[in-house]
């Protein structure tokens, strides 16, 4: 085992100082070490899309960054998004158009559809597709999730 | 699915992570985007036991217009920055126009231009495009500095020109000649996955029709970016008709590529490919080329 290094990450607002050895990945140090288990490991080779969380606000891959990367910066999960009595709108769009389906995939697609909808507020459903085609479902077609997302924008635009 | 333990360096200089890399040779690896190389950490196809991390030296982030109408990138320049920088698009269209092909907005938000060079994957664009570009590399170690040609850069699967101890820092980017139009073209089972084939293509013209120069430079068919030299030299000198470009699209599937069979494709409907792509690539960057 290699040496720890102290690192301070700030995940969802709040400061979370641990030590943690080198080879510790962003996605296991979320899920692990603060217990965050909204943030899911599929694929674990960057391919699955279920792992993303935002990175100084930009969607990425937490499977492909080591945690001591992250100190001094800042992060936000599924579980910065909204809480079950006060729904993000995005998850609230997902609850309506039954967007979840199992729900696995979910959560890295709500983390890359949350920049996606700030850049493109009325996508078209190409637009929407290309969007997610980072983000593997294996539940059924997408159909349900473009739907959500279309209800998402329009309801922001209303 | 764990990555072997490692020892991490994080620099703040290009100096400093030189003397890294020079005192830990081939144990050591440098650590870009970390978009390919995580990947293969966690399968523990890499396992280096030292971790030079690239993030924090900020003298490696940036885009700037060069002297000769071209663009100096710093190898750590985000894929993500270089798709939507003006100067970019201004300056090289056809790398603005190959930047959303390159895997996910999460891919590109970590991925760099230079990592992806220096990883030298077959499938990936950008080394297909720097040699397209005819782009030089700049090298440094602890001993100078040196300039590489893209086309002298990539020595096969995974593997360059590069010493372990040797770091790439810079992309020079030179402008396409006057008449001179591109195409950058893919065909892959899902947008943005690793294409089956690839291609980017320059023509320049003479300003009287004829081709003085047609290029195309395949990916994800070798081991490493391939030129298409035979069929350049079928449309040398030529007027670049409908029929020249398809007898060249012929020649480039027949006699310029060697592509094998995978998971993803046989190696003839590779080879179809290439006839398809080189018809559409050069029929698009001649007619660039005419308008410029």
Same mark, same amino acid.
């Given at each position: ?158 | ?12 200089? @290009?100096?400093?992570? !030189?003397?890294?890399? $020079?005192?830990?040779? &081939?144990?050591?690896? #440098?650590?870009? +985007? =970390?978009?390919? *190389? ?11 036991? @030292?971790?030079?991390? !690239?993030?924090?030296? $900020?003298?490696?982030? &940036?885009?700037?217009? #060069?002297?000769? +109408? =071209?663009?100096? *990138? ?219």
């Amino acid at each position: 085992m290699s040496d720890l290094l102290n690192i301070t990450v700030t995940v969802n607002g709040t400061p979370y100082g641990r030590n943690v050895e080198p080879r510790l990945l962003l996605s296991d140090f979320l899920r692990h070490d603060l217990g965050l288990t909204g943030t899911h490991v599929g694929c674990e080779h960057g391919v699955c899309g279920a792992c993303t969380i935002l990175f100084d606000g930009q969607p990425a891959r937490s499977c492909l960054m080591f945690a001591v990367q992250a100190s001094g910066h800042e992060v936000t999960t599924v579980e910065g998004l909204g809480t079950p009595d006060n729904l993000h709108p995005i998850q609230q769009a997902f609850w309506e158009a039954h967007g979840a389906q199992c729900g696995f995939c979910t959560p890295g697609i709500l983390m890359t559809l949350v920049p996606f909808l700030e850049e493109n507020p009325d996508p078209s459903e190409w637009q929407i597709r290309e969007a997610i085609s980072g983000n593997l479902c294996r539940c059924t077609g997408y159909q349900h999730i473009v739907d959500a997302v279309k209800r998402a924008a329009d309801a922001a635009r209303a | 699915m764990k990555p072997a333990p490692f020892k991490y360096y994080a620099p703040t200089t @290009v100096n400093e992570a !030189l003397a890294y890399l $020079a005192k830990h040779g &081939y144990d050591a690896k #440098a650590l870009a +985007g =970390g978009q390919s *190389l995580v990947p293969m950490m966690n399968f523990r196809l890499a396992q280096p036991s @030292v971790l030079v991390d !690239l993030n924090n030296i $900020a003298e490696l982030f &940036y885009i700037r217009p #060069a002297k000769d +109408g =071209g663009l100096l *990138l710093g190898a750590m320049t985000r894929e993500a920055q270089v798709e939507h920088d003006p100067l970019v698009a201004e300056r090289a269209p056809m790398v603005h126009e190959a930047m959303p092909k390159i895997a996910y907005p999460q891919i590109r938000s970590r991925g760099t231009f230079g990592g992806s060079i220096a990883h030298a994957d077959p499938a990936a664009e950008l080394p297909a495009l720097s040699v397209a570009l005819n782009a030089r590399l700049r090298i440094r170690s602890q001993s100078g500095e040196r300039w590489i040609p893209a086309n002298e850069f990539f020595l096969g699967f995974f593997t360059t020109a590069m010493e372990p101890h040797e770091l790439l820092v810079e992309v020079a980017l030179p402008p396409l000649p006057a008449h001179s139009g591109w195409s950058f073209l893919e065909v892959a089972r899902r947008h943005h996955d690793f294409a089956l084939v690839g291609v980017a293509a320059t023509v320049t013209l003479d300003g009287k029709e004829h081709c003085q120069q047609a290029r195309m430079v395949f990916f994800s068919i070798g081991d490493g970016p391939v030129e298409a030299r035979q069929a350049a030299e079928v449309l040398r000198g030529q007027t670049p008709t409908a029929e020249a470009i398809l007898e060249a699209a012929e020649v480039a599937a027949r006699d310029d590529v060697d592509p094998s069979t995978d998971i993803n494709a046989s190696a003839e409907y590779r080879r179809h490919l290439v006839r398809v792509l080189s018809r559409r690539a050069l029929s698009e960057a001649v007619e660039r080329a005419r308008g410029a």
